[in-house]
């Protein structure tokens, strides 16, 4: 069983930056694609970002220039980098991965419990 802890949400003002990461841990043998996804208050989820093994980044259009995903494959850990944040930005914040764990060849999907960012105006 593999398990996403997120942390790095809280409150911000308008503007400001929060850092945001995504540890992986349990019996994972290789993971393939990271990604952030957020809901805001009755909204649908969407995504935000993704950043495969070889560091290749994909992010929604919206938020081009302002956030940035990363990660480090050593410590199974990804992040998202959040500037000029605004109030819209609000959420909760999750991460996502595709892993192989054990002996296993079979890509799985995990999903973290998610982290609460607000932005105040």
């Known amino acids: 069983q593999v398990q996403l802890v997120e942390s790095g949400g809280g409150l911000v003002e308008a503007g400001g930056s929060l850092r945001l990461s995504c540890v992986a841990s349990?019996?994972?043998?290789?993971?393939?694609?990271m990604a952030w996804h957020r809901q805001a208050p009755g909204k649908q989820r969407e995504l935000v970002a993704t950043?495969?093994?070889?560091?290749?980044?994909n992010y929604s259009d919206s938020l081009k220039g302002r956030f940035t995903i990363s990660r480090d494959n050593a410590k199974n850990t990804v992040y998202l980098q959040m500037n000029s944040l605004k109030p819209e930005d609000t959420g909760v914040y999750s991460c996502?991965?595709?892993?192989?764990?054990?002996?296993?060849?079979?890509?799985?999907?995990?999903w973290g419990q998610g982290t609460q960012v607000t932005v105040s105006s």
């Open positions: 996502n991965v595709q892993y192989q764990a054990g002996l296993s060849n079979m890509w799985r999907n995990s």
């Open positions: 349990g019996s994972i043998r290789s993971i393939r694609l």
């Open positions: 950043i495969t093994g070889d560091g290749s980044t």
